[in-house]
């Protein structure tokens, strides 16, 4: 069976679901084709992240930690959010559960917010939905039919779908499918894992970022080549400023999250999360002694070698548009749907189109 669209998205993710929702609002017959369930898990985790304001405190241990954080707070304050470097005791007063040393400084930034990252997917799925997208799911895409530099089917278990543009927004399965087109992409994945807690007390009032020991501080401060461009290479990048990050949800769970390390490519994950995660928790909050674990999750996260998304045109394929490498797609998700659809529209571009050319490194960079 064939059927045939003017825009087939693979990926129901954060930024695939924002591409079908942007697409169809252009009148765009769209399909969205999903290895397995939109927001597959939103009725089955019983925890709660629903959008709030929130502050942020990064915790600032060393004198690199502090270097870093004055450069990020340029950074930070240059791009127009809010950033400043607070005293222990202004530590204290924010988060007065949490034990932290009585020498330990913070990054404090109060522009930032909290939100439930399934209920975002699931949010633009229903709005899509109401604007005619169809839904494809248990559909992985396992090839492609092609003539030529054309993408004329793509191949899942149970049909051929035929669109006249195919965007592929896979998240970390992006490079994977993408070689099914020859196409050798420039994506490396770091590997982040999650523990949740069961409801406890109120332990906290914003989110947490500190570094475990585990990282050597010049790994860290290489941080900086994310503003140095794409010749910083990929295998500069380890980790960010930070590694590991609790925040607290309004049932009271504390949901503990840790990037670990780069994984060459889709290989596999270790499963390390629990023990790392109730040791660097404990740190800070020893009232968690007590407290089970509920559910714990593993998942690779990508990103490019200069750290900016692959978004647009393939210039080797006619009809292919990229929609991946967010390493943090929450706050970029929407404007990245809104710019597929300008791409295929013809829609002028709100920045030059080479910034986020897929094809913009000249060859890919082994990590
Ligand atoms: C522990 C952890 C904490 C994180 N914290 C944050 C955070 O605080 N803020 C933030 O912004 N980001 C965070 N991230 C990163 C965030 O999860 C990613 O940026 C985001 O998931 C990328 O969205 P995406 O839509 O590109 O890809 P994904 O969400 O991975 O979606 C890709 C979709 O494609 C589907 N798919 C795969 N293969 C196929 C196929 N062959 N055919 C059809 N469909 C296919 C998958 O099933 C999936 O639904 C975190 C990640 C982890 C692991």
């Known amino acids: 069976m064939s059927r045939t669209y003017d825009v087939a998205v693979i990926g129901g993710g954060m930024v695939g679901t924002s591409v079908a929702y942007h697409c169809a609002g252009r009148g765009l017959r769209t399909v969205l084709v999903e290895a397995a369930r939109v927001a597959r898990l939103s009725e089955e985790l019983d925890f ?23 450069w990020h707070r340029d950074v930070f304050v240059a791009a127009g959010f809010s950033e400043r470097i607070v005293t222990p005791q202004e530590v204290r007063e924010a988060e007065p559960h949490m034990r932290v040393g009585p020498e330990v400084i913070a990054a404090l930034q109060t522009d930032e917010a909290v939100l439930n990252p399934l209920r975002l997917v699931y949010g633009f799925w229903r709005q899509a939905r109401r604007r005619g997208v169809e839904l494809r799911t248990d559909s992985p895409v396992l090839g492609f039919r092609r003539a030529g530099d054309r993408i004329t089917g793509i191949l899942t278990p149970r049909e051929e779908i035929v669109a006249g543009e195919v965007v592929i927004a ?42 475990t020991e585990r990282i050597p501080a010049e790994t860290r401060i290489a941080t900086e080549s994310m503003v140095k461009g794409w010749e910083s290479r990929a295998n500069e990048y380890l980790f960010g400023a930070y590694d590991f990050g609790t925040v ?39 009232q968690l002694r007590r407290a ?30 990229i929609a991946s490498g967010f390493q943090s797609a929450i706050t970029q998700c929407h404007w990245a749907g809104e710019y597929v659809a300008d791409c295929i529209t013809g829609a002028p571009l709100p920045v030059e189109a080479s910034i986020f050319d897929p094809l913009r490194f000249p060859q890919p960079i082994a990590v």
């Not at 241990?61 to 004055?70: G, H, M, N, R, S």
């Not at 670990?260 to 994950?269: E, K, N, Q």
């Not at 593993?298 to 490019?304: G, N």
């Open 48 to 70: 709660d992240l629903e959008y709030r304001p929130a502050h942020g405190h990064c915790l600032i241990c060393t004198e690199q930690d502090l270097a870093l954080f004055k």
């Open 248 to 286: 607290q949800t309004r049932r009271g769970n504390m949901l503990l999250g840790q990037m670990t390390h780069i994984i060459p490519a889709w290989g596999p994950l270790t499963w390390q999360v629990v023990p790392d995660s109730a040791r660097e928790a404990l740190r800070l909050f020893p």
């Open 292 to 321: 089970r674990i509920i559910r714990a999750w593993r998942s690779p996260a990508p990103f490019t070698p200069d750290h900016l998304a692959l978004l647009g045109r393939v210039k080797t394929w006619q009809n292919l548009l």
């Open 170 to 211: 896979a998240g970390s399965w992006t490079r994977e499918i993408a070689l099914k087109l020859d196409l050798s992409l420039p994506e490396y994945y770091i590997q982040g894992e999650a523990v949740v807690t069961e409801p406890v007390a109120p332990l906290l009032n914003g989110f947490v970022f500190w570094s």
